[in-house]
């Protein structure tokens, strides 16, 4: 259940003995790759690990909706309209499937929502980066859903249940967004004008790299990969999804007659795996930290579309007291 | 559908709901999840936005999650393993010859 109101029960004062217990069971519960509820005990630091990585995952939903909305009203035929408004409004969809995953572990959705719009709170950098070309839509289906599902496919697995039934629910819908992405690119590469080409290849090639920092930083650069991988929170390491975001991509980068950014990329049969070139984590972390092309304005676009629906959610909640009001006088 | 305008007033905060969905006709409606809405009608119009944008459901359910009484979790063994040695409640416990063994 997702409920956390029911969450309300005093917390008993407990010996340093009775907690050490509930950590060896825990623990054990983990071991045996059993699920947790959000009524389970649970280690404090497991809580907030949960915390900061579903609401982070969340406002990158939510946030994730600017850049392809953007496109909403300049998108080329009523067909590819239709299309892009059914994935913001997944988008949408997905942002409030994890808020209410994250409020399970005892915090309020008003309390997400303003870590992320006093910034302290982070979401995916990718969505940091401007879109400046209808290609730029479609790209972000193919490259940039497509690393989000390799990322999340794992998370259907992970030990804290909620979370788990949310990403169950997002994947079967995401599977859709990678392949409306593939498509308009494939229509514009093989049915399309030279212009149109170029135009898809200009995409990549601003997408790609930004793409394959999706994953985070390498595993050894990684400092919570650690401890969420025991937890079963994390399941497979940050590298070795990139690795096999890269492979499967590569494949298709050639069935859609485009060349990816990196004249190191190329099949190496010894490993099994394509060889990739370095990623610039010196950009990966100026935009994490606020720095990117375009953070100021995302964020900005947020709190404003937040500060002006005030109006709504305060007449909304004015008109129910209103009405039960009524009906308790009668 | 009973209001609660205490709960109402004390925050800004939208009241949880938890939504179930029957996903087609004969069968049950099952739990799919919550959200935030001001009253019941805009809970049910926004369930179907959230849950059921593929064809997933016919029916929805929305109930206000402090109105769901639940078992503790703490109990649960309590509560549902003196089940588990009451085999004879099930028909695999009933050896019968080969001839009758499938009734």
Not at chain 1, 73 to 92: C, F, H, N, S, Y
Not at chain 1, 231 to 255: C, P, Y
Not at chain 1, 266 to 271: L, P, S
Not at chain 1, 272 to 279: M, N, P, R, V
Request: glycine share 6%; charged share 25%; aromatic share 10%.
């Amino acid at each position: 259940m997702y409920t956390q109101a029911m969450d309300t029960a005093p917390r008993e004062e407990r010996s340093a003995l009775e907690d050490a217990a509930l950590q060896q069971r825990f623990d054990a519960r983990i071991d045996a790759g059993e699920f947790i509820e959000a009524k389970d005990w649970m280690p404090e630091h497991y809580r907030k690990t949960l915390v900061r990585q579903i609401s982070q995952h969340a406002h990158s939903e939510i946030v994730g909706m600017l850049p392809e909305g953007h496109w909403i009203t300049r998108a080329p035929t009523l067909k590819r309209k239709a299309i892009l408004l059914a994935k913001v409004q997944d988008e949408g969809g997905h942002g409030l499937y994890l808020y209410a995953a994250a409020e399970t572990l005892g915090t309020s959705r008003d309390q997400l929502l303003d870590a992320l719009h006093t910034g302290k709170a982070k979401y995916s950098s990718i969505f940091n980066y401007p879109t400046l070309s209808w290609a730029d839509v479609g790209v972000i289906g193919w490259l940039v859903d497509g690393a989000a599902i390799m990322n999340q496919v794992p998370l259907c697995r992970c030990s804290y249940a909620p979370y788990a039934r949310a990403m169950v629910r997002i994947c079967r819908e995401e599977s859709f967004h990678q392949r409306q992405g593939f498509d308009a690119l494939h229509v514009m590469m093989t049915r399309g004008t030279e212009a149109q080409r170029a135009m898809v290849q200009d995409a990549v090639d601003r997408w790609w790299w930004p793409s394959l920092m999706m994953f985070g930083p390498p595993d050894a650069a990684s400092t919570h990969s650690e401890q969420s991988m025991r937890w079963g929170i994390k399941r497979i390491s940050n590298d070795d999804l990139r690795q096999k975001f890269v492979d499967a991509t590569a494949e298709q980068a050639r069935v859609l007659g485009v060349t990816l950014p990196d004249p190191d990329l190329k099949w190496n049969e010894q490993r099994g795996h394509h060889d990739f070139g370095a990623i610039d984590w010196a950009e990966f972390w100026r935009v994490v930290g606020g720095d990117g092309p375009c953070n100021r304005e995302r964020l900005a676009t947020r709190v404003a579309a937040w500060d002006d629906g005030a109006w709504v959610r305060e007449a909304a909640l004015a008109h129910e007291r209103k009405r039960a009001t009524k009906e308790m006088a009668a | 559908m009973s209001g609660n305008p205490d709960a109402a007033a004390a925050g800004g905060e939208w009241p949880l709901w938890e939504v179930f969905v029957r996903s087609k006709a004969g069968l049950d409606h099952k739990h799919c999840g919550s959200l935030h809405a001001p009253d019941a009608k805009a809970a049910v119009q926004l369930a179907r936005e959230v849950y059921t944008r593929r064809q997933e459901g016919t029916s929805i359910w929305v109930v206000r999650s402090d109105q769901i009484v639940a078992s503790d979790p703490g109990d649960k063994d309590m509560y549902f393993d003196p089940m588990a040695d009451k085999v004879y409640r099930h028909p695999t416990f009933y050896e019968l010859p080969d001839a009758v063994n499938h009734m």
